[in-house]
């Protein structure tokens, strides 16, 4: 689809421009992230594109995403992880159209985001550190 912008004499943004908000959570290793791209376009219908990505230690890149996603109960999701960031007994699960299903689990030692989107699903550890910050990023995004 083109973008329809205003004319000559005016200002601002396509009409149907995509306003959108990022959310990036890397693997302790670098080597693999899955986001969190919301979209609210200009009909004001809003959705999400979730994106893994995953590299080898042999150098081979493995992908997988679907850019048009109603994530299901968002707000409990982020409930559920702020409570995590401090308790790792909780289960933090997250659940979309598509079959889509991010869950974060956990112990003292190490916290592991698994995904399954269709034939890709696969599992990666986060830096402790960074959940502060993840929790925080993903209050922003759902606002």
Same mark, same amino acid.
């Given at each position: 689809?083109?973008?329809?912008?205003?004319?000559?004499?005016?200002?601002?943004?396509?009409?149907? #421009?995509?306003?959108?908000?990022?959310?990036?959570?890397? &693997?302790? !290793?670098?080597?693999?992230?899955?986001?969190? !791209?919301?979209?609210?376009?200009?009909?004001?219908?809003?959705?999400? #594109?979730?994106?893994?990505?995953?590299?080898? &230690?042999?150098?081979?890149?493995? &992908?997988?995403?679907?850019?048009?996603? +109603? =994530?299901?109960?968002?707000?409990?999701?982020? #409930? #559920?992880?702020?409570?995590?960031? =401090?308790?790792?007994?909780?289960?933090?699960?997250?659940?979309?159209?598509? !079959?889509?299903?991010?869950?974060?689990?956990?112990?003292?030692?190490?916290?592991? =985001? @698994?995904?399954?989107?269709?034939?890709?699903?696969?599992? +990666? @550890?986060? !830096?402790? /550190?960074?959940?502060?910050?993840?929790?925080?990023? =993903?209050? /922003?995004?759902?606002?």
């Amino acid at each position: 689809m083109g973008r329809i912008w205003p004319r000559h004499s005016h200002r601002g943004r396509p009409l149907n #421009a995509i306003v959108r908000r990022q959310l990036k959570i890397s &693997s302790t !290793d670098g080597r693999s992230w899955i986001s969190f !791209d919301r979209r609210t376009y200009d009909s004001g219908y809003t959705g999400w #594109a979730v994106e893994a990505v995953s590299t080898t &230690s042999f150098g081979n890149t493995f &992908s997988g995403g679907n850019h048009d996603l +109603f =994530l299901e109960h968002l707000d409990k999701f982020v #409930a #559920a992880f702020d409570q995590f960031v =401090l308790d790792r007994s909780v289960s933090v699960r997250l659940t979309g159209t598509y !079959d889509t299903v991010i869950s974060i689990v956990g112990d003292a030692s190490h916290v592991v =985001l @698994e995904s399954q989107k269709h034939a890709v699903c696969g599992a +990666f @550890e986060i !830096d402790q /550190e960074r959940l502060s910050g993840i929790a925080v990023g =993903l209050r /922003e995004l759902c606002n």
